[in-house]
T-cell receptor, first 116, second 113 residues
Framework: AQKITQTQPGMFVQEKEAVTLDCTYDTSDQSYGLFWYKQPSSGEMIFLIYQGSYDEQNATEGRYSLNFQKARKSANLVISASQLGDSAMYFCAMREDTGANSKLTFGKGITLSVRP | DSGVTQTPKHLITATGQRVTLRCSPRSGDLSVYWYQQSLDQGLQFLIQYYNGEERAKGNILERFSAQQFPDLHSELNLSSLELGDSALYFC????????????FGPGTRLTVL
């Protein structure tokens, strides 16, 4: 089974509207972390938000929030008030600690296009 | 500008060669993370250093090695290069050992011919 699943091939949203990017994960660990990263067409990588598995509150960073549903093993990214600059590829990732190693698994990414 | 610098920006080399990628973290940041992004493998975490010591190890090949120096800059050494090592290599830094805040450099594009 895939560790991180991002099934939406491409998403479109109207400027100023909210959008949810889906991510489901698979782990048997109790302690893990979930991340979202943004990669614009320029190629740079931008860390957006992190959620620890024991965090009781959903993580928020400005217009970004992570809708963490532990029982459903989902960690969807919600972007409020979309801006044209939000057009990019978005990657979900999960960190599992296995002894001395940290395994960080990335999803294949979702392309978001914001329409003016 | 994240404050993380990576050199060189582009690197073209031949199979079998060895290269060194350099990363300077943001001023004061103690953690450095290395990532690889290739068409075949997608995004992969390679390794993390915190204050000079290896903190976490991901999918780093034995042909690859890294270190963090006393001035906190880090180098990623790639040896016996193969065509499949062609990728974008990112470095990120963080003020602490945790994972909840990372600032990425612009990346080094490695092409192995």
């Amino acid at each position: 089974a895939q560790k991180i699943t991002q099934t939406q091939p491409g998403m479109f949203v109207q400027e100023k509207e909210a959008v949810t990017l889906d991510c489901t994960y698979d782990t048997s660990d109790q302690s893990y972390g979930l991340f979202w990263y943004k990669q614009p067409s320029s190629g740079e990588m931008i860390f957006l938000i992190y959620q620890g598995s024991y965090d009781e509150q959903n993580a928020t960073e400005g217009r970004y929030s992570l809708n963490f549903q532990k029982a459903r093993k989902s960690a969807n990214l919600v972007i409020s008030a979309s801006q044209l600059g939000d057009s990019a590829m978005y990657f979900c990732a999960m960190r599992e600690d296995t002894g001395a190693n940290s395994k960080l698994t990335f999803g294949k990414g979702i392309t978001l296009s914001v329409r003016p | 500008d994240s404050g993380v610098t990576q050199t060189p920006k582009h690197l073209i080399t031949a199979t079998g060669q060895r290269v060194t990628l350099r990363c300077s973290p943001r001023s004061g940041d103690l953690s450095v993370y290395w990532y690889q992004q290739s068409l075949d493998q997608g995004l992969q975490f390679l390794i993390q250093y915190y204050n000079g010591e290896e903190r976490a190890k991901g999918n780093i090949l034995e042909r690859f090695s890294a270190q963090q120096f006393p001035d906190l800059h880090s180098e990623l050494n790639l040896s016996s290069l193969e065509l499949g090592d062609s990728a974008l290599y990112f470095c990120a830094s963080s003020p602490h050992r945790g994972w909840n805040e990372q600032f990425f450099g612009p990346g080094t594009r490695l092409t192995v011919l």
